[in-house]
């Protein structure tokens, strides 16, 4: 009796070892995980849990190798791999026009002085704390922003049908849009523009939309292709989703007219299309906030429902501090409220809220009229730079006779100029000249000034009279 009771406490000590014991636990961690490896031969204590024994798996990783050595190498981003390039680039005279960011006449990136006057006052207020945001994000944020792009008369604000959730940028506004259609709207295709900014197909595909486009430049003049828009918009099915760049087109510069607009406006409203504006140069393409929001007001004042994404990035040079805005005009404010219920539940699981300090100096500047005025100031400069450079390449090119029509640039607008510079003149002006730019023949008006203007001139000059 004393033996069968000293056989079984030292059964239970073995069973108790057995699984305190590193090896038995990796086990069945990889047993509930669906892995087939086994990490030694089946000892006493697995004999009587048959079912937890495992056996190896060709990723195991055991041996030395890595789990991870299958995984390929991929390839830069078109766009901020010209930076990549450029950055290794050990010329002198090289000048890079792959950067989507404002840079001053000196060629350095601009902080705002009314955003540093923000920061500061932001910085000096001991009542400032680091607290979690909404999901939702900043509430005066949000109010100012809907505010800014619709206009302080919009009746859908009045009237309450307006949702408006800090985002991560335009980036993540579209993002969150793209998810939220997925989710709850009845028609899954989005028609996006031929061509647009390279993101764009990357983040709604992995939204879950199906991606289609429709046509927008016309390469022969350099300009919109207003017939072949009407007509592919004309043959999407009823309900399919629109992006629409609300001004500054990237990569093109290419904007419809007012007139275009309300024709376009009449168009998707009778086929009962549902607009998504990608609104990221609000006052920096003209150089005035309202006119260029233009575009989605129209939309917005006819009682029917739309889509805004809103990125601070260029017109408030708060390019790494990520503040967005995805704004929602619903038919009803009830169903806007639903709408906002709904928002938090695809926010929650991505990033759960938003960062406090970009949306803070937003708010700052957008609710104080002293503010706000130095930065419509600044913004017109920053607009009447890019458009200054505009002249000075066309003159430039003028000057120096370069075969061709070159007046689409100063025609486009905004940040971006579409040159209609091949993949071989622009591999040519990179090789020959070190000027950086994307190959569809993008160049940022933005990173020229008035010292790479005769360079940039010379090398298109070059480029488009020996490569063909």
Wanted: glycine share 8%; with cysteine.
């Amino acid at each position: 009796m004393a033996h069968d009771k000293a056989g079984k406490t030292m059964e239970g000590d073995n069973m108790r070892a057995e699984l305190a014991s590193p090896i038995f636990r990796l086990n069945t961690l990889a047993r509930h995980l669906g892995v087939s490896c086994s990490l030694s031969p089946p000892s006493p204590m697995e004999s009587q849990f048959p079912n937890q024994a495992i056996y190896p798996s060709p990723t195991a990783g055991f041996s030395g190798g890595s789990v991870f050595a299958n995984v390929v190498q991929a390839p830069e981003d078109p766009i901020l791999g010209v930076t990549v390039a450029y950055n290794k680039d050990p010329s002198r005279m090289k000048v890079n026009l792959g950067v989507g960011a404002y840079r001053t006449e000196e060629g350095k990136p601009l902080v705002l002085n009314v955003v540093r006057r923000a920061e500061q006052m932001l910085v000096n207020n001991p009542s400032r704390v680091k607290e979690y945001l909404p999901i939702t994000g900043l509430a005066d944020f949000n109010k100012l922003s809907a505010k800014l792009i619709f206009g302080a008369d919009s009746p859908a604000i009045q009237e309450n049908r307006v949702v408006t959730v800090q985002c991560l940028s335009g980036t993540g506004s579209l993002r969150v849009g793209g998810e939220f259609l997925a989710k709850h709207y009845h028609e899954r295709t989005i028609y996006i523009p031929q061509p647009t900014w390279g993101n764009h197909t990357k983040v709604f595909m992995l939204a879950g939309l199906s991606v289609k486009t429709y046509r927008y430049y016309d390469p022969t003049t350099r300009g919109l292709n207003f017939k072949g828009l009407l007509e592919d918009l004309s043959m999407a099915p009823s309900g399919a989703i629109v992006l629409l760049h609300a001004c500054a087109h990237n990569p093109t510069g290419v904007d419809p007219t007012v007139g275009q607009w309300e024709q376009m406006r009449l168009l998707i409203r009778s086929k009962g299309l549902l607009p998504f504006f990608d609104s990221a140069y609000q006052g920096f393409a003209s150089g005035s906030l309202d006119a260029d929001a233009q575009s989605v007001r129209m939309f917005a004042a006819d009682g029917g429902e739309c889509l805004t994404a809103q990125s601070y990035a260029k017109n408030m040079g708060l390019y790494g501090e990520r503040v967005g805005a995805l704004s929602i005009v619903c038919k009803y404010a009830d169903v806007a409220v639903r709408v906002e219920s709904q928002l938090k539940l695809v926010i929650r699981p991505m990033y759960s809220n938003p960062p406090i300090h970009g949306a803070s100096i937003v708010a700052t500047i957008l609710k104080d009229k002293e503010m706000y005025y130095e930065w419509t100031v600044e913004l017109k400069a920053m607009a009447n730079r890019i458009i200054n450079m505009r002249q000075q390449l066309f003159d430039a090119l003028r000057a120096r006779g370069t075969p061709g029509d070159w007046t689409h640039i100063i025609k486009q607008i905004g940040m971006f100029t579409f040159t209609g510079l091949n993949k071989e003149q622009v591999a040519f002006m990179t090789q020959e000249y070190h000027v950086y730019l994307t190959s569809d023949g993008r160049i940022s008006m933005a990173g020229l000034n008035s010292k790479t203007v005769p360079h940039l001139a010379d090398a298109i000059h070059a480029a488009v009279t020996r490569i063909k």
